[in-house]
C-alpha cells in the first residue's frame, strides 16, 4: 500500500503546545498563592517601611527604631512562618501620647488579633488595650487595634496614627489570607474555569494526536 503522505507531525507539535500552556497555567496560580499567604511590618510610613517579614519563605525582621515623621519608635521586631505573622514594637513615643508594648499577629485563614499597652495620656484606655479604640491627640487621630479585611486578606494594625494633612503611620502590622488556600487548587492566577477548559483541549489533542498517529501507521502499511 502506498504509505500516506500526511505525517503526524503537525497534531504531535498541536498537543506539545496545548500540554505546555497547560503546565504553564497550573503552577502560576500556586505560585501566586504561597506567595501571598502572609506579611508583617514593624511600621510603614509614606517613605517607606522598616522590619518586615515574609510567608514564604519565612523570615524574620528587626530594626532599632528611630524617628519616623516626629514618632518616636522603640525596637521593631518580626517573624513570618507559612501560616502566621506577628509585628512588635518596644514602646511609641508622640505629643501627649506614651505607649509600652505593641504586638499584632494573624494566622492564614485563622484568628487575628493585636494589643497595646497605653502608658500615659490616653485617658480611660490607659493599661492593656486589646480591643479597637479611637484616641484622639489634638489634631492626631490615633486607632489601636484596628483590623480590616479587604481583596481574601485580614489586616491587622496595633497602631495607626494619622495626621490631617500631614502623617499617617503604621506600627506593628501583621496581614494574613483570610482563608487557607485549598490544596491542588490555585487561589489566585490563572482562573479555575480556565485551567478546566485547558485541560480538556488538551485531552482533546492528544486524543486526536493518538489517532493520528495509528491512521497513519495504518496507511504506510
Known amino acids: 500500500m502506498r504509505p500516506d503522505s500526511r505525517a503526524p507531525g503537525h497534531s504531535l507539535l498541536v498537543g506539545l503546545v496545548l500540554a505546555t500552556v497547560v503546565g504553564l497555567l497550573w503552577p502560576a496560580g500556586q505560585a501566586s498563592a504561597a506567595g501571598e499567604r502572609a ?11 522598616a522590619a518586615t517579614a515574609n510567608c514564604p519563605p519565612g523570615t524574620a525582621g528587626s ?3 528611630g524617628t519616623f515623621d516626629n514618632v518616636g519608635v522603640g525596637a521593631l521586631a518580626t517573624s513570618c512562618t507559612g501560616t502566621e505573622a506577628m509585628a512588635s514594637v518596644a514602646g511609641v513615643a508622640l ?5 509600652g508594648a505593641v504586638q499584632s499577629r494573624c494566622v492564614v485563614g485563622g484568628a487575628a488579633s493585636s494589643s497595646v499597652v497605653v502608658v500615659s495620656g490616653g485617658g480611660p484606655t490607659t493599661g492593656l488595650v486589646a480591643g479597637p479604640v479611637t484616641i484622639g491627640v489634638g489634631v492626631t487621630t490615633v486607632k489601636l487595634n484596628e483590623v480590616a479585611r479587604s481583596g481574601g486578606f485580614v489586616t491587622v494594625n496595633a497602631l495607626h496614627i494619622t ?4 502623617a499617617d503611620i503604621v ?3 501583621s496581614r494574613c489570607m483570610a ?13 479555575v474555569w480556565l485551567v478546566v477548559v485547558a485541560a480538556l483541549v488538551c485531552l482533546v489533542g492528544a486524543r486526536v494526536v493518538v489517532g493520528d498517529v495509528l491512521g497513519w501507521r495504518r496507511s504506510t502499511v
Open 63 to 65: 530594626n532599632p527604631g
Open 163 to 166: 495626621v490631617p494633612g500631614g
Open 95 to 99: 505629643v501627649g501620647l506614651q505607649i
Open 179 to 191: 482563608t487557607a488556600a485549598s490544596p491542588g487548587r490555585p487561589a489566585s492566577g490563572a482562573p
Open 39 to 49: 506579611k508583617a511590618t514593624g511600621i510603614a510610613t509614606a517613605a517607606g517601611s
Open 171 to 173: 506600627v506593628a502590622q
